[in-house]
């Protein structure tokens, strides 16, 4: 049986009283139910043996229950948006079949791994990428030797609580206070943390939950040392504290 004029799919909203989520599919509205959950099983992971379906409005109010095997999707009052709830009969628990930690996995010894020449590892070696490119290795370290080398040249010439301007490409020019001077644990390289004259920067001196500096919120900011040039630079007045 079929609805003459309306689309040969419809797209619905699954559920399941096992799982916390919802899916947005479409399905040819020409299958039968039996089909119907046959392809439900991927979705929510239910037997399709032990379903029972309940269809609900776009607005969640209950319509009824599709409990034909035989008919067809299109047979039911199921337009874009309703929602099919899937109950499992089958005695599963609920959050069974999201809880991934009880999937049996399959493991490798690495020793295993590295004999098989099907795996990514045996790829790239034989292309030589990545890290089993010996030159390209080199080239990246000396390349990051130089610029931590440069870096700590930079900020030799920095030292804490002199004054300064943080110049970075396609912003205003913003001064403040030099706190920090060094290495810092949430990037690699030298950091200049600044404290501004006016809340334009992003914390407090503190970063993934280590403190570095302190100053009030949104007072504080971390920038790479060529971007920071220190002098006399006199506080500015950006004219902040006319704003309501």
């Not at 030292?159 to 810092?184: D, F, H, I, W």
Request: proline letters at 4%; a negative charge.
């Amino acid at each position: 049986m079929s609805v003459t004029g309306t689309p040969a799919v419809v797209s619905v909203s699954i559920s399941s009283n096992l799982n916390s989520f919802r899916a947005l599919k479409r399905y040819a509205r020409g299958l039968t139910l039996a089909e119907f959950k046959c392809k439900l099983e991927l979705v929510v992971g239910s037997p399709a043996s032990c379903m029972d379906l309940e269809l609900y409005t776009v607005d969640d109010k209950f319509v009824m229950k599709l409990d034909s095997d035989e008919a067809l999707l299109g047979s039911y009052p199921i337009d874009d948006g309703c929602r099919i709830h899937v109950i499992d009969r089958s005695g599963a628990n609920i959050g069974e079949y999201e809880d991934v930690t009880r999937v049996e996995k399959f493991e490798l010894a690495d020793a295993e791994y590295e004999k098989r020449t099907d795996t990514a590892r045996s790829f790239m070696k034989r292309s030589k990428l990545g890290q089993y490119n010996r030159e390209e290795m080199l080239k990246k370290e000396a390349e990051q030797e130089q610029k931590l080398a440069e870096e700590k040249a930079l900020v030799e010439a920095i030292s804490v609580g002199a004054r300064c301007e943080v110049r970075s490409s396609g912003q205003p020019n913003k001064r403040g206070t030099v706190m920090y001077v060094g290495l810092t644990e949430f990037k690699p390289g030298y950091w200049i943390g600044v404290k501004y004259d006016e809340p334009l920067g992003k914390h407090d001196g503190s970063v993934g939950g280590k403190r570095y500096f302190e100053c009030q919120p949104k007072y504080g900011a971390f920038v790479k040392p060529q971007h920071v040039a220190v002098g006399d630079f006199p506080e500015e007045d950006y004219g902040l504290d006319d704003e309501m």
